[in-house]
């Protein structure tokens, strides 16, 4: 199985901060990374697919990047609202999908 | 407007077993590929299990065996059904659909899940 890898496991951090997360895979999974937000008691929502592509309705302060092995979720500019749960999840295996562990984002 | 809506969890006894259900509305299930992700209190997502076309079906390890994926198209339904339960198995179950765009796969529809409680 891709084992998928984020850092950190937990970031504070204040509103207006330019925050990045990581998401490392055991294997090169091309681009077929995927980027969600989950908030308690919500269901999860998909931020970036394929990498770098901005899921409709999402603020473009989202970004994605990275392919192969290495990538990232930058968020340009936090905003209240954005504290919360993310995970990257790979595509690649489409018999044996995978998550990371989660990066929890809370307030400074 | 679409929507997926679970149903069938609650407490349950070690070894025993129970049936999940997601209705879905606004697309048809028969023509999507979906999936079943859960979360264990205080962990991470995991992904479950998912049915693509031809009723080809995938599970995770901890499952293999155990669960099987299901759907009824006359009722637009996802089931799961879940045997041997353990207390591993205790998590909220969300159903998602499994959108192709381009050539990378993504959930982009999520029900708002069901817990299920594995106790004596």
């Known amino acids: 199985d891709i084992q998928m890898t984020q850092s950190p496991s937990s970031l504070s951090a204040s509103v207006g901060d330019r925050v990045t997360i990581t998401c490392r895979a055991s294997?090169?999974?091309?681009?077929?990374l995927n980027w969600y937000q989950h908030k308690p008691g919500k269901a999860p929502k998909c931020l970036i697919y394929?990498?770098?592509s901005l899921q409709s309705g999402v603020p473009s302060r989202f970004s994605g990047s990275g392919s192969g092995t290495d990538f990232t979720l930058t968020i340009s500019s936090l905003q209240p609202e954005d504290f919360a749960t993310y995970y990257c999840q790979q595509s690649y295996s489409t018999s044996q999908i995978t998550f990371g562990q989660g990066t929890r984002l809370e307030i400074k | 407007e679409v929507q997926l809506v679970e149903t069938g969890g609650g407490l349950i006894q070690p070894g025993g077993s129970l049936r999940l259900s997601c209705a879905v509305s606004g697309f048809s299930v028969s023509s999507n590929y979906m999936s079943w992700v859960r979360q264990a209190p205080g962990k991470g997502l995991e992904w479950v299990s998912v049915i693509y076309s031809g009723d080809i079906t995938y599970y995770g390890d901890s499952v293999k065996g155990r669960f099987t994926i299901s759907r009824d198209n006359s009722k637009n339904t996802v089931y799961l059904q879940m045997n041997t339960l353990r207390a591993e198995d205790t998590a909220v179950y969300y159903c998602?659909?499994?959108?192709?765009?381009?050539?990378?796969?993504?959930?982009?529809?999520w029900g708002q899940g069901t817990l299920v409680t594995v106790s004596s």
């Open positions: 998602a659909r499994d959108t192709l765009t381009g050539s990378s796969y993504y959930f982009d529809y």
């Open positions: 394929a990498a770098s």
């Open positions: 294997q090169s999974i091309s681009s077929y």
